[in-house]
């Protein structure tokens, strides 16, 4: 079992790791939308980093799980799914999730947009939970040492 900072230090690494990657999305996102870039390559870059976003997530689920933050790994199991979810009701014939035959189809690049922007929201809250927990997790002894009466260190 990991020390709780360590494991919180690691959750705050991976859901930045997981905004940089969502704040990328959103930019070719939007210069799709602005035809800076074609489909092909909005789609091939957009594709490329679903699986490994997934994975992190489920690493970082599973590192919650082992270290029996429950709470932490039960409001991420929804986000979870939904990705899983995701990947999986994707046609057979479609290149991955973003398919450049259908990504200007129906609204989709709304419709991935507005996904990416939940996500992006999502993540934040949860990054600063992270935080929280981890600045708990640091404070948890004692740092000035009150228990010792003849000795109080207060400098640094």
Partial sequence: MLPETLVFGIAL??????????IYF???????????L???????????????????????AIILLMNG????????MPMIGWQVYDLMKVPTGN????DPAEIHNRGMVKKHMRDTMISLGFYMIIF?????????????GDPIRRHEEEE???EF
């Fill in 13 to 22: 690494l991976i859901t930045g790791v997981i905004l940089f990657l969502l």
């Fill in 26 to 36: 959103v930019i070719i996102l939007s210069d799709l939308e602005c035809d800076y």
């Fill in 38 to 60: 074609n489909a092909q390559q909005c789609c091939t870059k957009l594709n490329f980093w679903v699986v490994p976003r997934i994975s992190a997530h489920c690493f970082l």
């Fill in 69 to 76: 933050s429950w709470l932490l790994f039960i409001a991420n």
């Fill in 95 to 98: 290149l991955g999730i973003y």
């Fill in 128 to 140: 600063f939970v992270y935080l929280y927990c981890m600045i708990i997790a640091m404070l948890k």
């Fill in 152 to 154: 109080i260190i207060t």
